[in-house]
C-alpha cells in the first residue's frame, strides 16, 4: 500500500488501526501496553513525602538497583560491556565502581513554544567504569526519577530532600550499591556491583536545587570557591586575598574545603532552629543566610548526617563553570570592555541589531520558510565558542597576535 496510496489515506488507515482494539495491530499494541506496565510495577517504590501545605504525598519512582538488574539482563549488549568492566575492574567493598549520577529540568514538546507546567526533573546514573564510549550513548544510562517540577515544589524540603531519599535508597538500602551489593546476570554467572558516588553532574541550577544553594547571583556565586564574591558586591575590596566572579586569573581562586562548607551548612541549620525557637531575631537569620550562600534545608541532602559518613558533598560536585564564571563574570565583563571599545556602534546599536529581524537557519525551517522572530535566543551551549570568538575578534581587530590556545 505504501506505493500506492497517499500519505494522508495512509495515516487515517494507521490511525482507525490504531483505535480498534478487535485488530491485530490494536491487540498488539494492548498486548505490549499491559506488559510494558507490568513491569513497571514491579520495578516502581513509593516514598511518603511531606507537603509544604501540610499532609504527606507518596512520590513514585523506581528502585535504581531493580532497574539496573532489569535493563542488563534484558540486554545482552550491555551486559557484555559490564562483563568487559568487570574483567579489569572487579568491583568489591574494598574496590566499588565510580557511580555517576546526573539531573536536569526538561520542558518536553516544542522549545519555541514551552509550558512550564510540563517542566520534569530528570535524574539518571551510571558507571564511570564502563568506559567513555559506552556512557556516551544514552540509552546505556538508567532513568529511575522523571518527576514533574509542580510536584517537587509542594513538598517540604524540595528537590534537595527528594535526593537524600533515593541516595539512602540506591547506596544504603537493602540492595544499596555500599552494602550488599546488586547482582547481575552476565552470561548465565552473577556479578556483584558495589559502588560509590564519584560525581553528581548537574547545572548552575541543578547545585542550587541540590545543594540548597543561594545560586549564581548569591553574594557567594561559587560554590567551590571560598574567596569569590558576586560582581559589585564590594565584598572582596575590603578582604584580604579575596576577588569578585569577574576574576580571569583562575591562581587567585582559593578551592573551598568541605570542613568549611559542612560547617556552614550546620550553622544555617542550628541559626534555623533558634530563629523557629524565638532565639535568633530574623533579620539576624537572613543575614547569616546571605553571607554563607545557603538556604535553610535541615531535610537537604548536604544536611543529611548519614550520607556525609560516605561522600563529601564538594567531593562530588561538579562545577558549571559555563553558567557561573564565564556567562556571569569573564564574559560579561569582556564582552562590555569590546563594546566600550568599538568607536563606530553604540550599545544601543548592539542592542537593536539583535532585536532586529533576526532569522533561524534554512535547515531549521518548516515547509522551505524560516518565520521571523522578533526575539533571537539560544542555549548556553555554544557560549565558550562564542567567547573563543570575541576573543579572537578583539585580537584581530587590534592588529594583535592570536594566540594558538585560542584557536
Not at 514533574?148 to 544499596?176: K, V
Not at 536545587?209 to 561559587?222: E, Q, T
Request: neutral net charge.
Amino acid at each position: 500500500m505504501l506505493g500506492v496510496t497517499s500519505t494522508d489515506k495512509l495515516s487515517k488507515i494507521v490511525q482507525t488501526l490504531a483505535a480498534d482494539p478487535l485488530t491485530r495491530v490494536g491487540v498488539h499494541r494492548a498486548t505490549i501496553e499491559h506488559e510494558v506496565k507490568e513491569e513497571i510495577a514491579q520495578l516502581s517504590v513509593s516514598i511518603s513525602l511531606p507537603l509544604e501545605a501540610g499532609g504527606e504525598t507518596e512520590w513514585k519512582l523506581l528502585e535504581p538497583n531493580r532497574l539496573l538488574a532489569h535493563v542488563v539482563e534484558n540486554s545482552p549488549q550491555l551486559a557484555e560491556a559490564y562483563g568487559r568492566a568487570a574483567n579489569e575492574h572487579m568491583p568489591s567493598l574494598e574496590r566499588p565502581w565510580d557511580l555517576l549520577i546526573c539531573f536536569d529540568e526538561f520542558v518536553p514538546g516544542d522549545k519555541l513554544k514551552t509550558f512550564n507546567s510540563r517542566k520534569t526533573m530528570v535524574l539518571g546514573f551510571n558507571f564511570r567504569q564502563l568506559g567513555e564510549e559506552i556512557l556516551s550513548y544514552s540509552m546505556t544510562w538508567m532513568i529511575p526519577i522523571t518527576v514533574l517540577a509542580n510536584f517537587i515544589h509542594d513538598t517540604l524540603g524540595g528537590w534537595s530532600h527528594m535526593l537524600a531519599q533515593y541516595l539512602r535508597m540506591q547506596l544504603l538500602g537493602t540492595q544499596g550499591l555500599m552494602q550488599a551489593g546488586v547482582t547481575l546476570v552476565i552470561n548465565g554467572a552473577p556479578l556483584t556491583i558495589f559502588a560509590n558516588v564519584d560525581a553528581i553532574l548537574a547545572d548552575y541550577d541543578g547545585v542550587r536545587l541540590g545543594w540548597d544553594w543561594k545560586g549564581a547571583n548569591s553574594l557567594r556565586p561559587c560554590l567551590r570557591c571560598w574567596n569569590v564574591f558576586k560582581k559589585n558586591s564590594d565584598v572582596a575590596g575590603r578582604l584580604p586575598n579575596c576577588v569578585e566572579i569577574t576574576c580571569a586569573d583562575k591562581r587567585k581562586l582559593v578551592r573551598r574545603s568541605n570542613e568549611d562548607f559542612i560547617n556552614d551548612v550546620d550553622l544555617i541549620s542550628e541559626a534555623g532552629a533558634a530563629w523557629a525557637a524565638g532565639r535568633l531575631a530574623k533579620v539576624r537569620f537572613e543575614e547569616l543566610k546571605k553571607t554563607s550562600g545557603q538556604n535553610f534545608n535541615p531535610m537537604g541532602f548536604v544536611a543529611d548526617r548519614v550520607l556525609r559518613l560516605h561522600f563529601r558533598p564538594l567531593d562530588v560536585l561538579n562545577q558549571d563553570w559555563v553558567h557561573g564564571m564565564l556567562s556571569d563574570g569573564i564574559m560579561t565583563t569582556e564582552m562590555s570592555c569590546f563594546l566600550e571599545a568599538d568607536g563606530e556602534a553604540t550599545r544601543k546599536d548592539y542592542e537593536n541589531f539583535m532585536k532586529g529581524d533576526i532569522r533561524f537557519p534554512k535547515h531549521m525551517a518548516t515547509k522551505g520558510s524560516a518565520p521571523p522572530c522578533s526575539k533571537f535566543s539560544t542555549s548556553l551551549s555554544p557560549t565558550p565558542l562564542l567567547h573563543m570568538t570575541l576573543q579572537i575578534t578583539s585580537f584581530a581587530t587590534a592588529g594583535l597576535h592570536i594566540p594558538q590556545s585560542s584557536v
